[in-house]
């Protein structure tokens, strides 16, 4: 089990409490965000953690450690346990409206189902009968149509048996849909409330965020950028993103989580001790935010 514990704080035990880290580009940041809200360390010792997902129902987290090959979970006690081990090397966690558990699995290539009672299946595993390269990110909407990032990040840097290009996709009734095949590398990726804006970080240079439109039927326009990142300091790439209802982006970039206003203005970042990889938003009033970054899971407060 995890190292953890001390105080209990939006539901979880906690081990270390640093202080307040926000760099604040615009004053609408303390709108969402109090300004001496400190970030916590929620646990540590982990490889690389990623996909961090709640579950709101029973008031759990699960992310992924990818290299140690395990989705760990986060009890409504703060106990933390493996929760799927092996896991296929899985990146990005999310649920579906069903209660399953979807995953974007790195050295199974492919995206795969897991059931509330434990039946497993794979969803999709293939682009016109190639195998995928190691799928990272993953979303569902309303209606059930499934989006995720396929980049290489899984697959040897030697590999020959990749696609050629990194691809996104939007998976649907049987189909799969080729949405980009020209990001560099295409990593998280989140829709905004009324589901017709798709958001997807493109991790390297160019680092940047872009946006699709996204008609009714589902189809999936080109892409423009929604907020260029490369000359912003600090480590770290484009990579998880999530959206609030009021359609304010928290995205994992450079020096930090760095929040966008729908009309992609920089309202500020938060810095964390680790460069984040990954975000969700969870807790009581789903107004806690986790992030995944590198060793550590951490969290901070929301308004």
Known sequence: MKRLVLILVSSFCISSIYGQHLEIKDPALLTLIDEE??????????????????????QYLLFSDIPANTIYKVHPTGEISPFRQPSKNANGLTFDSEGDLIIA??????????????????????????????????????????????PPYGRPKDATD????????????????LIADDLFRPNGLALSPDEETLYIANSGQPKMFMKYAVSKSGKVGMGEVFYNASDLDGEGNPD???????GNIFATGPGGVLVFSPEAKLLGRIIFPETPANLTFGGYGMKTLYVTARTGLYSIQLK
Do not use: M
């Open 162 to 177: 990749t696609l050629g290009f990194n691809g996104v996709y939007r998976f649907f009734e049987g189909e799969t849909q």
């Open 240 to 246: 998880g993103i999530k959206v609030d209802q009021q």
């Open 105 to 150: 699995e790195h050295s199974g290539r492919q995206i795969s189902r897991l059931s509330p009672n434990g039946d497993y299946a794979s969803i999709v595993n293939n682009f016109n009968g190639t195998a995928f390269n190691s799928p990272n990110d993953v979303i569902v909407d309303s209606q059930g149509a499934i989006y995720f990032t396929d």
């Open 37 to 58: 809200s400190p970030v916590i360390k929620v646990s540590d010792g982990y490889q690389f953690t990623e996909g961090p997902v709640w579950n709101n129902e029973e």
